[in-house]
């Protein structure tokens, strides 16, 4: 069973092709086109340019990654004269899509059908103009080759990220037995916390598929703050990877240059009996201390690394006391860790510790670090364990959903 899986939530373009059986699940390729270079002198994303990159990205991505594949057929020359019969219907899905018409009407009357079985793609939660481009191409491709799309929650996928190969860079890699690892081994119910640019939540993960949220942030989400902070100190965007990047600099240095500085940031929410977060607050304690510093200071390299230390071991300390307390009042034993700030290898290392300290049998899980940030293996992997079959839909179907949530309350 091949999946191809679309994932355009955020900034990054993102395709998979993947082969799951009944036992293994195999990663063919896993292509991203990021776009990081565009959104930096914003200083976040900029959904309107987003969603053009997309749109430029997609046909590119789909013919390297059919390529890789040997998927990537020339049709013969009489097919080439049947595309103008269905042309209308391809005009009306990509109405709003001007520059992947163009791409994809090219690309279809080139290329035969590959051995697809399912398009998989990413309906929500995200920014709503980069959600559309991505499900208004997988339903033209439905559409056009007649096969069924599975539609699949963002969120869903950085969960189950988690079961993807843990073997490194190379992308063509298998998880065996990867339904029954999935369903099996790991003990329902879990805890999962995904953080990202965008969210950060603590889900209960009654079985796959079944979810509820416990507790989210009420402002800003995690990777925000640190893409917030990471600009005020000047260090560009992504703020996460600079922020621990500055972070670890300073762990190397004598401790004394830390302890002259002195940086003392709140931990928010840090007692509150429920499962939020708050990180607003915080990016605004950066400001403020950034500001009551002299411009020599603020400039200074300790400065910056022992106010990157702080805000990491900030978000930290309040990502992990709220997931342990959860862990603990729902007596769990597996717990995974997904979404862009996954990738902190700060986090990863004292979340590991924690959990030990609480439950030596308990299960931490977290993928290696490019199937935590934004990718499409993911949402393969979440369409391919959900069993395909029940869940595909006719293209007509499908549309973005925004503000999708994961709770099935
Ligand atoms: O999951 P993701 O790729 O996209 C969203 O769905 O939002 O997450 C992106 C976020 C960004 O805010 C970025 O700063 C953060 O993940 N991030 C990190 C690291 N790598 C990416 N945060 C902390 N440490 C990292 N190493
Ligand atoms: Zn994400």
Redesign the pocket.
Known sequence: MKILAIET??DDTCIALADGSAKDFKLLSNLISSQVKIHKKWGGVYPTLAKREHQKNLIMLLEQSLTETNMLKLKVKSEKLKITDKNSKIKEILGREKILLEKTTKFLAKYQKPRIDYIAVTIGPGLDPCLWTGVNFAKTLAYWWNIPIIPVNHIEG?ILANFLPKIGENTKCKTKNAKQSAKNIIKFPAIALIV???HTQIILIKKIGQYKILGETRDDAA??A??KIARILGLGY????I??QQAEKLSTRPRRANNQLSIKLPRPMFRTKDYDFSFSGLKTAVLYDYLKRSPKIRKSKKYIQAMAKEAQQSVIDVLIKKTIKAVKDYRVETIMLG???A??KELRIQFERKVQEYNPKAKFIVSINKFC??NAAMIAMAAYLQTPGKRAMKWEKIKAEPNLRISDN
């Open positions: 939530s955020c950085h990202s640019g965008g990777g925000e640190f893409d992504p703020g996460g990877p922020i621990a979404g862009g700030v990738a902190n940030t934004d």
